[in-house]
């Protein structure tokens, strides 16, 4: 927490406002590009072991390669783009967000590297995007066509089952891009976590023992006899009786009400 506060004062004179609307203004111009020319896309993507013979370039324009082709598509996908990375920097502030990004660039192009035959895409530092977005905003309901509200919660559990399965059947590159927007996700998200288990586990304790509370509540005797510690419990047919002056009040068995000595009817409240 403390290396992440000292990031985060060194970034402060050079973050970036509305940092989304130039990433999403680059893939604009990305697109238009690849519509003229659809070879440039071979040159767009990040693929180490051409940067490793000096194509350098890769570095920043993997960041350039939009998410589709298909203009409605990406209208959309810029939309929630936007809308998910302006809640987060308002959320934030634009310096922790700024540092958000570029921690994810970082990692995406270090994890690339791993595998330097493979080429890496923007899509899963989006995806991290994403996951930030709905831990912080479970709730927010958003309308697929237009049409069907879907909490993003339950988006978001969809993309952790996928990230799950591309982990276990995809492709190296791509297991590779997952953990590094899951690292991404973890590394400002960690304590929140942390403290999420801790509640659920303080909670599922405090649950415990209010059930347990209540079953010895329930198995709990009613009337006890002084004497021979008889209860309605083990004996649900025998009477009891308690004296009102005795001091304090105590309860007897029918069995051992004969020989009490204050056997006189006003001093006797009788109880099943």
Same mark, same amino acid.
């Given at each position: 927490?403390?290396?992440?506060?000292?990031?985060?004062?060194?970034?402060?004179?050079?973050?970036?406002?509305?940092?989304?609307?130039?990433?999403?203004?680059?893939?604009?111009?990305?697109?238009?590009?690849?519509?003229?020319?659809?070879?440039?896309?071979?040159?767009?993507?990040?693929?180490?072991?051409?940067?490793?013979?000096?194509?350098?370039?890769?570095?920043?324009?993997?960041? #350039?390669? @939009?998410?589709?082709?298909?203009? *409605? %598509?990406?209208?959309?996908?810029?939309?929630?783009? $936007? =809308?998910?990375?302006? /809640?987060?920097?308002?959320?934030?502030?634009?310096?922790?967000?700024?540092?958000?990004?570029?921690?994810?660039?970082?990692?995406?192009?270090?994890?690339?590297?791993?595998?330097?035959?493979?080429?890496?895409?923007?899509?899963?530092?989006?995806?991290?995007?994403?996951?930030?977005?709905?831990? #912080?905003? @479970?709730?927010?309901?958003?309308? *697929? %066509?237009?049409?069907?509200?879907?909490?993003?919660? $339950? =988006?978001?559990?969809? /993309?952790?089952?996928?990230?799950?399965?591309?982990?276990?059947?995809?492709?190296?590159?791509?297991?590779?891009?997952?953990?590094?927007?899951?690292?991404?996700?973890?590394?400002?998200?960690?304590?929140?976590?942390?403290?999420?288990?801790?509640?659920?586990?303080?909670?599922?304790?405090?649950?415990?023992?209010?059930?347990?509370?209540?079953?010895?509540?329930?198995?709990?005797?009613?009337?006890?006899?002084? =004497?021979?510690?008889?209860?309605?419990?083990?004996?649900?047919?025998?009477?009891?009786?308690?004296?009102?002056?005795?001091?304090?009040?105590?309860?007897?068995?029918?069995?051992?009400?004969?020989?009490?000595?204050?056997?006189?009817?006003?001093?006797?409240?009788?109880?099943?």
């Amino acid at each position: 927490m403390r290396l992440m506060q000292r990031l985060e004062r060194v970034l402060r004179p050079f973050a970036i406002p509305n940092l989304a609307l130039y990433l999403i203004a680059g893939q604009a111009i990305g697109w238009l590009l690849l519509q003229n020319q659809p070879e440039l896309a071979a040159n767009l993507r990040l693929i180490p072991s051409r940067v490793l013979q000096g194509e350098v370039w890769r570095l920043f324009s993997f960041l #350039l390669d @939009p998410p589709t082709s298909q203009p *409605i %598509f990406l209208f959309f996908a810029f939309y929630m783009f $936007w =809308l998910m990375s302006n /809640a987060l920097e308002h959320q934030w502030g634009t310096v922790r967000f700024n540092l958000y990004l570029l921690v994810g660039y970082l990692v995406t192009i270090a994890s690339s590297f791993i595998v330097p035959g493979g080429h890496a895409t923007n899509s899963f530092l989006a995806g991290s995007v994403f996951l930030a977005f709905a831990d #912080l905003f @479970p709730n927010f309901v958003i309308y *697929i %066509f237009f049409i069907l509200p879907v909490r993003i919660k $339950w =988006l978001a559990l969809l /993309a952790w089952i996928g990230y799950g399965y591309v982990l276990v059947m995809g492709a190296p590159m791509e297991r590779i891009m997952v953990l590094a927007a899951i690292a991404n996700f973890l590394l400002f998200f960690w304590r929140d976590i942390r403290d999420r288990i801790r509640r659920g586990r303080h909670r599922m304790k405090q649950q415990t023992r209010q059930i347990k509370s209540r079953a010895v509540e329930k198995d709990a005797a009613f009337h006890t006899c002084a =004497l021979c510690g008889i209860t309605d419990r083990t004996h649900p047919t025998m009477e009891f009786r308690y004296c009102t002056e005795c001091q304090p009040t105590r309860c007897f068995c029918a069995a051992h009400l004969a020989g009490h000595p204050h056997q006189r009817p006003r001093a006797i409240l009788g109880l099943k």
